[in-house]
């Protein structure tokens, strides 16, 4: 018999890693390379490395970063295949989508990863477990039976991420907090995220060459040992808890923008409805900023209008919108067929303001361009609104003080995060939202939103 679970002994995410990803790709397109040992290289030359290996390349210790010649050497026979990233990026994103059927995607770190954040329920191991299992045959009965994944489960995303690497192929470990940190003791520094070559150096130079060696140091001592807040960071994340901070840190280059958009619901299709969800997809997008550790300093706004067959002859010969106020970005008014077949007209615009990251800021920048909307007899039935935060500024570099803030807002958009985190979405909301509370797919929560970086559709 099995322990019974402590009941705190909770999963908060799940991290799939396919396994010998771009390998496991070409066998899949070419039944012939099955099992075979095979490399993927992206220069074919001698002097050329393998970038991915399949397993059976693997068990000849061949793998990532062998050079071609070497890999040729101790397989005369292996299947070398040119790389091509435009298939993997394919491959990725079904797989995302088999994914997506059986639980939302939160966040893809890389091409061959994908975490899910657990709700309610979902949370209980036994039911964690069945999501996990589900997700392996997802992918394979929609993308392909050679694809593999190993799935980690954890309290959080670091550890989370750990547990994808403790099994391949085709692993499923689950790490509970009952079993932190001593689950980890027999680990590598180096098996640790964030942990490379000059890191481990660098700990090994303090003294710390062992696993139980780190694990025997308090906060403080890990704060010293890195000498920055991830040693905080990482002595929470290995005991298992969830500091909301662990999202594998998006560089900032690549972060430029974060937003949301949805297609309203038929009856959500009036001025009012389409206010409501702005203000959700507001209050969504701020906590994200927060959780994500940037300021913004542009909001902009997105809404698409269904026309009436008259409304688009008429609007087609062009009158654009006027606006008025401080310095609005041009507005548009454009007919174009929406992929679904609706025939539309959009509006947009863009504030600019003082960097800030609390919802009431942000919240007074969306209601001053929502004032500027066109509100004539072809701008009645809104079907898409859009709220984007641009010009994304890292926490780190925003310089405190610099900037006057009015009253405790920074402070209050925390304690609602916090609130919303602990006990789910709407626990704590602003009025506005009420009337869209059940509008947007209820499976995607404040804590749980699609990302996708560095483009309109987030
Ligand atoms: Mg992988």
Same mark, same amino acid.
């Given at each position: 018999?099995?322990?019974?679970?402590?009941?705190?002994?909770?999963?908060?995410?799940?991290?799939?890693?396919?396994?010998?990803?771009?390998?496991?790709?070409?066998?899949?397109?070419?039944?012939?390379?099955?099992?075979?040992?095979?490399?993927?290289?992206?220069?074919?030359?001698?002097?050329?490395?393998?970038?991915?290996?399949?397993?059976?390349?693997?068990?000849?210790?061949?793998?990532?970063?062998?050079?071609?010649?070497?890999?040729?050497?101790?397989?005369?026979?292996?299947?070398?295949?040119?790389?091509?990233?435009?298939?993997?990026?394919?491959?990725?994103?079904?797989?995302?989508?088999?994914?997506?059927?059986?639980?939302?995607?939160?966040?893809?770190?890389?091409?061959?990863?994908?975490?899910?954040?657990?709700?309610?329920?979902?949370?209980?191991?036994?039911?964690?477990?069945?999501?996990?299992?589900?997700?392996?045959?997802?992918?394979?009965?929609?993308?392909?039976?050679?694809?593999?994944?190993?799935?980690?489960?954890?309290?959080?995303?670091?550890?989370?991420?750990?547990?994808?690497?403790?099994?391949?192929?085709?692993?499923?470990?689950?790490?509970?907090?009952?079993?932190?940190?001593?689950?980890?003791?027999?680990?590598?520094?180096?098996?640790?995220?964030?942990?490379?070559?000059?890191?481990?150096?660098?700990?090994?130079?303090?003294?710390?060459?062992?696993?139980?060696?780190?694990?025997?140091?308090?906060?403080?001592?890990?704060?010293?040992?890195?000498?920055?807040?991830?040693?905080?960071?990482?002595?929470?994340?290995?005991?298992?808890?969830?500091?909301?901070?662990?999202?594998?840190?998006?560089?900032?280059?690549?972060?430029?923008?974060?937003?949301?958009?949805?297609?309203?619901? $038929? +009856? *959500?299709?009036? %001025?009012?409805?389409?206010?409501?969800?702005?203000? !959700? @997809?507001?209050?969504? #997008?701020?906590?994200?900023?927060?959780?994500?550790?940037?300021?913004?300093?542009?909001?902009?706004?997105?809404?698409?209008?269904?026309?009436?067959?008259?409304?688009?002859?008429?609007?087609?010969?062009?009158?654009?919108?006027?606006?008025?106020?401080?310095?609005?970005?041009?507005?548009?008014?454009?007919?174009?067929?929406?992929?679904?077949?609706?025939?539309?007209?959009?509006?947009?615009?863009?504030?600019?303001?003082?960097?800030?990251?609390?919802?009431?800021?942000?919240?007074?920048?969306?209601?001053?361009?929502?004032?500027?909307?066109?509100?004539? $007899? +072809? *701008?009645?039935? %809104?079907?898409?609104?859009?709220?984007?935060?641009? !010009? @994304?500024?890292?926490? #780190?570099?925003?310089?405190?003080?610099?900037?006057?803030?009015?009253?405790?807002?920074?402070?209050?958009?925390?304690?609602?995060?916090?609130?919303?985190?602990?006990?789910?979405?709407?626990?704590?909301?602003?009025?506005?939202?009420?009337?869209?509370?059940?509008?947007?797919?209820?499976?995607?929560?404040?804590?749980?939103?699609?990302?996708?970086?560095?483009?309109?559709?987030?």
């Amino acid at each position: 018999m099995a322990e019974p679970l402590q009941s705190d002994d909770l999963f908060g995410f799940l991290h799939v890693d396919l396994n010998s990803f771009f390998a496991s790709v070409e066998q899949e397109l070419h039944p012939e390379y099955r099992n075979r040992p095979l490399g993927v290289t992206a220069t074919m030359a001698d002097t050329g490395t393998l970038i991915a290996a399949s397993y059976e390349a693997k068990a000849l210790k061949i793998r990532t970063g062998t050079k071609v010649a070497e890999a040729r050497q101790l397989c005369p026979d292996i299947v070398l295949v040119s790389s091509d990233h435009s298939v993997y990026a394919k491959f990725s994103h079904n797989i995302t989508k088999a994914v997506e059927r059986i639980c939302p995607v939160a966040h893809n770190p890389s091409i061959d990863e994908m975490v899910c954040q657990l709700m309610g329920r979902e949370r209980q191991p036994p039911n964690a477990r069945r999501i996990a299992l589900d997700i392996k045959q997802a992918i394979k009965d929609d993308v392909g039976s050679t694809l593999r994944c190993s799935i980690g489960m954890a309290p959080n995303r670091y550890l989370a991420k750990i547990a994808s690497d403790m099994q391949k192929p085709d692993g499923l470990i689950g790490l509970l907090p009952s079993q932190l940190p001593r689950a980890l003791a027999h680990l590598e520094l180096r098996d640790l995220p964030g942990v490379g070559a000059r890191t481990e150096a660098r700990l090994n130079a303090k003294g710390i060459t062992t696993m139980p060696q780190l694990l025997a140091l308090d906060r403080a001592g890990m704060h010293k040992l890195m000498d920055s807040v991830w040693g905080d960071r990482m002595y929470h994340w290995l005991r298992g808890h969830d500091t909301g901070d662990d999202g594998a840190p998006v560089p900032s280059e690549i972060q430029k923008s974060l937003g949301h958009s949805h297609v309203l619901a $038929p +009856e *959500h299709r009036t %001025p009012e409805g389409a206010w409501a969800v702005a203000h !959700k @997809l507001l209050h969504k #997008a701020a906590m994200r900023l927060r959780m994500e550790h940037f300021y913004t300093a542009s909001l902009a706004v997105t809404i698409k209008y269904s026309l009436s067959r008259d409304q688009a002859r008429s609007l087609g010969d062009c009158h654009p919108e006027r606006s008025e106020g401080p310095a609005p970005a041009p507005a548009q008014a454009r007919v174009r067929k929406h992929t679904s077949g609706i025939t539309q007209t959009g509006w947009g615009m863009e504030a600019r303001f003082q960097p800030a990251q609390d919802t009431l800021s942000l919240l007074a920048a969306l209601q001053g361009c929502w004032k500027q909307a066109p509100n004539g $007899p +072809e *701008h009645q039935k %809104p079907f898409f609104v859009g709220v984007t935060m641009t !010009k @994304l500024i890292p926490e #780190a570099e925003y310089q405190a003080g610099l900037f006057e803030e009015p009253g405790n807002r920074n402070q209050l958009s925390h304690t609602m995060d916090k609130l919303n985190l602990k006990y789910g979405h709407s626990t704590l909301h602003f009025a506005g939202m009420l009337p869209a509370r059940d509008s947007a797919p209820t499976r995607i929560a404040f804590t749980q939103i699609p990302v996708q970086y560095g483009n309109d559709w987030m």
